[in-house]
C-alpha cells in the first residue's frame, strides 16, 4: 500500500515532528511504502490543496493527517478534509475518542478525529499528539490496513473500491 503523511503545525518542522518522525516509521516497519510526507502550516486551503492533489494520485491509497484537529481557532483540519470525503467511516472517529478516553479521560471528547474515502483513498484525520497518533495507528489503522484482521478489514476493500 502507498500511503501520504501531512502534518499541520503552526510550531514544528519536520526535524522536531516527532508524530510524523513515528508514524513513519511505522509505516515502513508494516511493509508499506510511505509515498510522501509533509509538513504545512495549519491552513485549510493549503491542507485541502494537499490533500486533493492526494486524492487524485491514482497511487496513493491512504493518506494520514497529524494535527489541527482540535478546537482552537486554527485547527481546520477536519473542515479542510470533510468535504473532500465520499463517505465517512464515522465509527473510527468513535472508537478513537472510546479508546483514547481509556488514557486521557474526558479531554477526548476535544479530539475531532475522522476518516473516510475520497475517489477510492482512505483518508484519517488525527490529533497531533504522539499518544494520539500511536493510539489510532495501533488499535485502529494498522489492524484495518492489514489482510489479516477479522472478520473484515479495509485492506480487501482496496480492489473492490
Not at 67 to 73: C, F, H, L, M, R
Not at 95 to 120: D, E, K, P, V, W
Not at 141 to 158: E, F, G, W, Y
Request: net charge negative; with cysteine.
Amino acid at each position: 500500500m502507498h500511503i501520504t503523511l501531512l502534518t499541520l503545525s503552526d510550531t514544528r518542522t519536520l526535524a522536531t515532528d516527532t508524530s510524523g518522525a513515528w508514524l513513519a516509521q511505522a509505516i515502513g516497519d508494516a511493509g508499506y511504502t510511505l509515498q510522501e510526507r509533509t509538513l504545512i502550516k495549519d491552513d485549510i486551503y493549503a491542507c485541502r490543496a494537499v490533500v486533493s492533489r492526494w486524492v487524485a494520485d491514482v497511487q496513493v491509497q491512504v493518506i494520514i493527517t497529524t494535527g489541527g484537529t482540535g478546537v482552537t481557532g486554527r485547527d481546520g483540519t477536519v473542515e479542510a478534509v470533510r468535504p473532500l470525503l465520499d463517505k465517512e467511516l464515522e465509527g473510527f472517529g468513535e472508537l478513537f475518542r472510546m479508546i483514547s478516553y481509556q488514557h486521557i479521560g474526558t479531554s477526548a471528547m476535544q479530539s475531532r478525529a475522522l476518516a473516510g474515502l475520497a475517489n477510492r483513498t482512505f483518508e484519517f484525520v488525527l490529533p497531533g499528539s504522539l499518544d494520539a497518533v500511536q493510539t489510532a495507528w495501533q488499535k485502529l489503522i494498522a489492524p484495518q490496513l492489514s489482510a489479516d484482521t477479522k472478520p473484515c478489514n479495509l485492506a480487501q476493500l482496496v480492489s473492490r473500491l
